[in-house]
């Protein structure tokens, strides 16, 4: 399942999911209405998240905001890896749910691989 908030990036998943002879499911929304109004009880084994780089309107950072979310958390299988795309040398709030696997940096992109901090507990 893909979710982008951009029509213009939404549809270009779905003509590169045809090219590629790949099956997913996009949903144009906000990453964090979907995460709000998710009652799917469909996990995921990988959640990639590539947010901007900026502040939102609140001076809240994306980054952050994603790492705090109860919700994203229970989509991903217990097993399973979150990987984050973010600026290098940004901050990360301390990080209860998450714990750093493997951090590589590539130019102006610094990657996140993330499994649960426990991995056998529910939320």
Known sequence: MFIEQDRQ???T???NLGKTKLTGR????????FLRQSSTPETFQIIFADPPYQ???HGERYTEKLLTNKALLQLLEFSGVFVLEKR???AIP?????????Q???????????????QHARI
Request: without cysteine.
């Open 88 to 90: 290098p040398g940004e």
């Open 94 to 102: 301390e990080m209860k749910f998450w714990r750093v696997i493997r």
């Open 104 to 118: 590589k940096t590539y130019g102006a992109t610094e990657v996140l691989f993330l499994s649960r901090a426990n």
């Open 55 to 57: 502040t939102k309107k």
């Open 9 to 11: 990036s939404a549809e």
């Open 26 to 33: 996009v949903r144009q929304q906000d990453v964090f209405d």
């Open 13 to 15: 998943i779905k003509v």
